[in-house]
Every structure is written in C-alpha cells, then in structure tokens.
C-alpha cells in the first residue's frame, strides 16, 4: 500500500483514487467523508488520510497490537481490517480516550506507575486496557497478562503496564 | 497488495451469485485473508463483504442444540452463557487461540477456512504445494519442527492451526453452507480434506459457498468436557498440540468420549480409534495411556518434530485426567 499523506480536502482520499470507494467513517465522534482505494487498511486511513498518528505500526500483520482501536466498543487490530468495512461503525483512537489535562485513568496509571519505556506500544496498550475495564478477566496478574497477551512490549515494561492496569481496575 | 473491487453484501443469493466468480473472497473478521493479502499469498480480485448479512445470532434449538451464526465473533461465542454451560470445550478453545483483539475479529465461518501457518506457505519466495500446486514442499526435509504428524502426505505436511475446530470436530459440529444449487449441511469430520496429492483444496466448499452456520448437536448426558493446549509460550501461541475431550463416565467406566487433536494433524484430528478404546473402560491413566497411544499410532513425524509424538500422547493423557478428576 502507498498512501501518501494528503493536505485536508473536502474529500479526504488516497491518490490515484480509481475504483475508490467514498463513504463516511465516525471517528471519536466526528464524522470523515473519505474516499479511498478499497486496500486502505483501518490503520493506514488513522494515520494517513484522516492524520491521527497515535494509533501505531508495528507488525501490520496482527502480531504485536501497536494499532488496537475500538470499533463499537471492542478493541481490534486496525492493520487487519479495511476501512472500507466500517461504514457507520463508531470508531475509537487513542486521542478518543483523553485529553492531556483530563487524562483517562488508564492513561493516568501509565504515568503513575511508568508503564513504558519508548512509547511505542503504549497506544495500544492503552487502547487494550480501556476495553479490558470492560472484559471478562479475573483479578489476577496472570490473568490481566492473559488478557493483555497481544500487545507486545519490545522494550519489557511489562511488569509496571499490569501494575497500571490493576490499579485502573480497582478504582473502576 | 494486489487491487481488488469491494462491495457489500446485500442479502445471502446475490452474494452467493457474485461470489461464485472466480477470484472472489468473502470477508467478515479479515484477520486470515487480509494478513495474507499483504504477503501476496492471497491475490482475490473482488472482495465481498458479509457483515451486513444477518448471520451474527446464537440461538438455542428445538432439539436441546445450538445454532452459531457464520459471523458470531469468537470472543461473543466463547463468552455466550449456553456455550460455557453446555459446551466448555469450545469456551476453552476459543479463548485458548490468538489475542483479545484477534477473537474480537475473527467469526466462526471464518475460523473453518483458517490457512496454515506453515512458513514456506507464508513465503511466496518458496516452493509450496499448496500455494502453487507442483512447485514442491519445502516444509519435508526444511523447518517442520511445528508442522503435522497426522495425516500427512508427501505433497504437504501444513498443520491445521485451529483451535476451535478442534473443539467442533469433539463436539460433532455440523457445517451449513448456502451455495448456487442451494443448501448443504456438511459434518465437520468431512468438512476438512485431507492434503493427499492436492494440498491447494483445504474443504469442500465449493466456488459461491457461503457458510451460513454451524449447529452443535444437544450436550451429551453427563458430559464433562476440556480443552488442553500446549505451545511454547503460555498465550497468544499456535499449539504444538492440544487435546479436545467431551466425555461422560457411569458407575467408573467411560460410558461415551469425543476425541479430537491439534496442533498434529493437517486437519482438525478427531480420533475415533481413541474414542474406540475408552468406550467401557474404567476411568484411568491406563486405559488412557491406551487411548493415547491409539490416536497416535499412524503418526509420521518429519525430521524436527518427533518430539510431537509423545508430546500428543501427554497432552491427550491429562486432559482426560483432568477432565474425569
């Protein structure tokens, strides 16, 4: 895929757009008029047509959970998913869940409890414990580190994100 | 990746009728077909998109079964209320494959026509049976330390990657498929093909088919059921095998058991020569020993995955342990 990032157009789109597919994507509650190459990945379209860049490459094959967003609620890889299926679905990104003053209480309990080393993962696995406040898990370590298993840390901050999410949990 | 045309599915026949042209996919979850369209493994000219088709219900039967929408996610199914009264197995193996995301993608038809992990088919740089028929199996005398011990031949020895069809295949699902001369309900155990000298065709659909649903079949009496999956990372790991077990004991003997292997075989392995063994027997580490090794006696492993063997026998041994404790 070659999307290149475009300035902000009436119709925000990829180049060369032949068999393009127009339809309108909601994004943390704003709507987008999009026209786009059918292979436009949910992740690309974040980052290059609609420019929201925190949601993360890593993989892009579903292996590492840089891009987790929500659609409707659930947490999803965005690089396995075209944009084009999510005609009227409410989409969630990183910069849906808090504000740098009124941080979520996950984003908070990252800071508190340092819950990363580079960053890059931390998007999603923000986006991962948000939902997870809304999951099936049991209270255990082990079982956040089950739930939280496909989001990958290169870096190994993994022992401070449980802490974080446990002490979201609890105050949730 | 290679261009293709998009459209969204209106109801069952047109899809259908538009589906049956070649180099058409379906898409619901994508996490196969769209992982594999970015390495050039699948190349599908139209895609057709069947979110929208009403096929996304769980609903209990008349008969006492269960009837799974093609489009039930996997994470909706392993949490719905009936399947982990009824069917714990299936809870279990669900939720023992791929990663919260992934299972909150990932649909129930989809799950049937998962693609092997096997590395060669991966690589479109290599020769593979079975993504390019008569090129060679790199997999045979390569690295196969993860690949199938059953069911084998010497065109492919790709396993099957499939947790829940594993669990399907004990529970005795049946398969309903919606097709251009009409509806078709295929038993799970026939779904899946052997590789034999064509590796390239994994199940019976034909091209048009649409999996409507799955119907699980009323829970055995008495039943107790497991799933057991062992990998070399405790989660969000392919199986290096794992055991699904449905089985009902009376007065100390095994009065009915549903066996089926993962992670072994290059289709969802139900082993009837084990179910055959511990029809009767008095629950014990004995007769399962037994079983075990009946499940096993056809393996051919390749030149890295002997260990697999004994591995399968284990797996199989405790999750009947701890499915009678």
């Given at each position: 895929?070659?999307?290149?990032?475009?300035?902000?157009?009436?119709?925000?789109?990829?180049?060369?757009?032949?068999?393009?597919?127009?339809?309108?994507?909601?994004?943390?509650?704003?709507?987008?008029?999009?026209?786009?190459?059918?292979?436009?990945?949910?992740?690309?379209?974040?980052?290059?047509?609609?420019?929201?860049?925190?949601?993360?490459?890593?993989?892009?094959?579903?292996?590492?959970?840089?891009?987790?967003?929500?659609?409707?609620?659930?947490?999803?890889?965005?690089?396995?998913?075209?944009?084009?299926?999510?005609?009227?679905?409410?989409?969630?990104?990183?910069?849906?869940?808090?504000?740098?003053?009124?941080?979520?209480?996950?984003?908070?309990?990252?800071?508190?409890?340092?819950?990363?080393?580079?960053?890059?993962?931390?998007?999603?696995?923000?986006?991962?414990?948000?939902?997870?406040?809304?999951?099936?898990?049991?209270?255990?370590?082990?079982?956040?580190?089950?739930?939280?298993?496909?989001?990958?840390?290169?870096?190994?901050?993994?022992?401070?994100?449980?802490?974080?999410?446990?002490?979201?949990?609890?105050?949730? | 990746?290679?261009?293709?045309?998009?459209?969204?599915?209106?109801?069952?026949?047109?899809?259908?009728?538009a589906g049956a042209k070649s180099g058409t996919r379906f898409v619901a979850g994508g996490t196969t077909l769209l992982d594999l369209m970015k390495l050039n493994v699948e190349r599908p000219e139209h895609i057709i998109d069947i979110n929208g088709l009403p096929l996304d219900e769980v609903e209990p039967l008349a008969d006492g079964g269960l009837k799974i929408g093609a489009t039930v996610r996997n994470s909706a199914l392993a949490h719905h209320p009936i399947v982990q009264r009824d069917y714990a197995v299936l809870s279990q193996a669900l939720l023992a494959g791929a990663s919260g995301q992934l299972r909150n993608?990932?649909?129930?038809?989809?799950?049937?026509?998962?693609?092997?992990?096997?590395?060669?088919?991966?690589?479109?740089?290599?020769?593979?049976?079975?993504?390019?028929?008569?090129?060679?199996?790199?997999?045979?005398?390569?690295?196969?330390?993860?690949?199938?011990?059953?069911?084998?031949?010497?065109?492919?020895?790709?396993?099957?990657?499939?947790?829940?069809?594993?669990?399907?295949?004990?529970?005795?699902?049946?398969?309903?498929?919606?097709?251009?001369?009409?509806?078709?309900?295929?038993?799970?155990?026939?779904?899946?093909?052997?590789?034999?000298?064509?590796?390239?065709?994994?199940?019976?659909?034909?091209?048009?088919?649409?999996?409507?649903?799955?119907?699980?079949?009323?829970?055995?009496?008495?039943?107790?059921?497991?799933?057991?999956?062992?990998?070399?990372?405790?989660?969000?790991?392919?199986?290096?095998?794992?055991?699904?077990?449905?089985?009902?004991?009376?007065?100390?003997?095994?009065?009915?058991?549903?066996?089926?292997?993962?992670?072994?075989?290059?289709?969802?392995?139900?082993?009837?020569?084990?179910?055959?063994?511990?029809?009767?027997?008095?629950?014990?580490?004995?007769?399962?020993?037994?079983?075990?090794?009946?499940?096993?006696?056809?393996?051919?492993?390749?030149?890295?995955?002997?260990?697999?063997?004994?591995?399968?026998?284990?797996?199989?041994?405790?999750?009947?342990?701890?499915?009678?404790?």
């Amino acid at each position: 895929m070659n999307a290149r990032i475009n300035p902000p157009a009436a119709f925000e789109s990829t180049p060369a757009a032949e068999g393009a597919v127009p339809l309108t994507l909601r994004i943390n509650g704003n709507e987008h008029r999009l026209r786009l190459d059918p292979r436009t990945t949910l992740l690309d379209c974040l980052r290059e047509i609609v420019l929201l860049t925190g949601t993360k490459k890593g993989c892009d094959h579903g292996q590492c959970g840089a891009c987790t967003v929500h659609v409707n609620g659930a947490r999803v890889n965005a690089c396995l998913t075209l944009a084009v299926m999510h005609e009227g679905d409410e989409i969630t990104t990183i910069e849906g869940v808090g504000q740098p003053g009124p941080l979520h209480p996950v984003q908070a309990a990252f800071v508190a409890h340092d819950a990363y080393q580079c960053g890059y993962c931390t998007s999603g696995q923000i986006m991962s414990a948000v939902a997870l406040l809304e999951e099936p898990c049991g209270p255990t370590d082990a079982d956040v580190r089950e739930c939280m298993s496909g989001n990958i840390c290169r870096c190994g901050a993994y022992p401070n994100i449980v802490a974080a999410i446990q002490q979201a949990r609890s105050k949730s | 990746m290679q261009s293709f045309e998009f459209q969204r599915a209106r109801d069952a026949l047109s899809a259908i009728a538009a589906g049956a042209k070649s180099g058409t996919r379906f898409v619901a979850g994508g996490t196969t077909l769209l992982d594999l369209m970015k390495l050039n493994v699948e190349r599908p000219e139209h895609i057709i998109d069947i979110n929208g088709l009403p096929l996304d219900e769980v609903e209990p039967l008349a008969d006492g079964g269960l009837k799974i929408g093609a489009t039930v996610r996997n994470s909706a199914l392993a949490h719905h209320p009936i399947v982990q009264r009824d069917y714990a197995v299936l809870s279990q193996a669900l939720l023992a494959g791929a990663s919260g995301q992934l299972r909150n993608m990932a649909t129930t038809g989809g799950n049937l026509l998962q693609r092997t992990r096997c590395m060669y088919f991966r690589d479109t740089a290599m020769p593979c049976n079975k993504r390019e028929p008569g090129s060679g199996c790199s997999a045979i005398g390569g690295a196969n330390r993860t690949l199938a011990i059953l069911g084998t031949s010497e065109h492919c020895i790709a396993t099957h990657p499939s947790d829940m069809n594993v669990a399907m295949a004990a529970l005795e699902a049946t398969v309903h498929v919606q097709g251009i001369n009409g509806e078709r309900n295929i038993p799970i155990a026939d779904f899946h093909l052997l590789p034999g000298s064509t590796p390239q065709r994994e199940t019976l659909l034909e091209p048009g088919d649409l999996i409507t649903h799955v119907t699980l079949p009323p829970p055995m009496p008495g039943k107790r059921s497991l799933y057991l999956k062992l990998r070399d990372r405790a989660s969000y790991e392919f199986a290096l095998a794992s055991a699904a077990v449905v089985i009902s004991v009376e007065g100390g003997r095994i009065a009915r058991a549903r066996i089926a292997l993962g992670g072994v075989g290059t289709k969802p392995w139900r082993s009837t020569e084990a179910e055959e063994v511990l029809a009767g027997q008095r629950v014990g580490e004995r007769a399962f020993r037994r079983a075990a090794d009946a499940a096993l006696r056809d393996a051919r492993p390749q030149s890295q995955n002997g260990f697999k063997v004994e591995l399968a026998r284990r797996c199989l041994v405790h999750a009947l342990n701890e499915a009678t404790r």
